[in-house]
């Protein structure tokens, strides 16, 4: 009888085995693959930007950006009676932000900064949209101080940071 008890006990013994050294790989490759890749994407609506000593540092407002089926799916969840009414997502994108805490971030000096509408001119009537404008920081924190004919701050935007830092602004446009 236990011999017969040790011809099971080696076949659960090789494969309890098999699954730690599976498991083990599997971890190290995932945190292989996160420290290689050291840039973050994230979605905001920017409360400040504020520069001192020279360092730009951006205070936002996370938020969660989705589009098409996705957006329509989070919609339906969240707002069962409005998806049900209307279909889907509004304008295909849905925005979640149940947080209203800030975070700070640091700007990098050469960030880029794409833009698809904002205050060219002062004058309402001459507000266009203007499809993945490339501004300089020094442009972008001038007109984002500017709010009487476009508010940017109402815009969100997608940020890009690698090693922590911001070196990509992307405005979203939203209708």
Known sequence: ??????????????????????TASTTMKTADAKSSSSLQHLSVYIHSIDTLKGQTTLTGDEIEWYEGA??????????????????GAPDGY???????????????PDAKVTMQIYDRTGKLEELDINWNEALSLQQFIHEFALTEVFDLSQSPYHLTLKDGQI?????????
């Open 1 to 22: 009888m236990l011999k017969n008890k040790n011809v099971y006990l080696f076949p659960v013994l090789v494969l309890l085995f098999l699954s730690l050294v599976t």
């Open 70 to 87: 996705a957006a329509d799916a989070v919609f339906a969840q969240r707002e069962p009676e409005s998806a049900a009414e209307i279909g």
């Open 94 to 108: 849905y925005i979640v932000n149940d947080s209203d805490s800030l975070s700070t971030y640091t700007v990098a």
């Open 167 to 175: 070196v990509s602004i992307v405005q979203q446009y939203t209708p």
